[in-house]
């Protein structure tokens, strides 16, 4: 099992830009999660998806937008890349979302927006 | 509303000496708590987790947490310190999925 996996692992965009940020998940999990890491800070949660077909705001969902494509996947995407969302970007899963559930991460992708 | 304080940015250990990285809390209920690893340059993993059962959970490699509700408390506690401990540990407590709140962290320095 590769349990999450997201693709790219590193990124580099210049401001304007867009791009996707892929995450794909092998436990037959229902909820899914995208978060950002900053220096000095916990995580924040931009947005996630109890189950297929829903998704909702997180934390900071200001400049993205996600799709939950299937069961397994969920895409985050910057429309219009800005210097503020320099981050590393980690996807999640969990069984069912509920607040006790463990959370399993993909090993993040660490984005540069010049 | 939530949140959560880790009380120190950084603890430096000696090897097998005890570890102590402190969490304290606030909720308007119940909530759940959590304290997860991240080694350099990897994901993160789930060190442990109360769900109001018992009070002293255990969990992977040695580590285990106490919840003190008078105290607000979730210290992350392990007897002897070793080399493959050093890390970034982050406190989380959760009421919600959609108020799940991170700690700044805690990063451990082991020294040999």
């Known amino acids: 099992n590769a349990g999450v996996t997201q693709t790219p692992k590193f990124q580099v965009l210049k401001t304007g830009q867009s791009m996707t940020l892929q995450c794909a998940q092998d436990m037959n999990h229902n909820s899914m999660y995208w978060y950002r890491q900053d220096p000095g800070m916990g995580l924040r949660l931009i947005y996630y998806?109890?189950?297929?077909?829903?998704?909702d705001k997180g934390e900071v969902p200001n400049g993205y937008n996600v799709s939950r494509l299937n069961k397994r996947e969920f895409s985050l995407r910057l429309e219009s890349a800005a210097p503020s969302q320099t981050s590393v970007y980690f996807c999640?899963?969990?069984?069912?979302?509920?607040?006790?559930?463990?959370?399993?991460f993909g090993p993040g992708t660490r984005l540069t927006v010049l | 509303a939530q949140s959560v304080t880790q009380l120190d940015s950084h603890v430096s250990v000696s090897e097998g000496t005890p570890v102590l990285l402190r969490c304290n809390y606030s909720?308007?209920?119940?909530?759940?708590l959590f304290w997860y690893v991240q080694h350099p340059n990897k994901g993160l993993q789930l060190l442990l987790k109360?769900?109001?059962?018992a009070t002293l959970v255990k969990g992977i490699n040695g580590f285990e947490a106490e919840f003190k509700k008078s105290e607000t408390s979730f210290h992350l506690t392990k007897p002897s310190a070793h080399m493959s401990d050093a890390a970034e540990y982050f406190c989380?407590?959760?009421?919600?999925?959609?108020?799940?709140?991170w700690g700044a962290g805690t990063k451990l320095i082991i020294k040999p």
């Open positions: 909720s308007s209920y119940s909530p759940s």
């Open positions: 989380v407590v959760s009421e919600s999925v959609d108020q799940l709140i």
């Open positions: 999640a899963s969990s069984v069912s979302g509920g607040a006790p559930d463990t959370q399993y």
């Open positions: 998806s109890a189950s297929e077909g829903t998704t």
């Open positions: 109360y769900t109001s059962a």
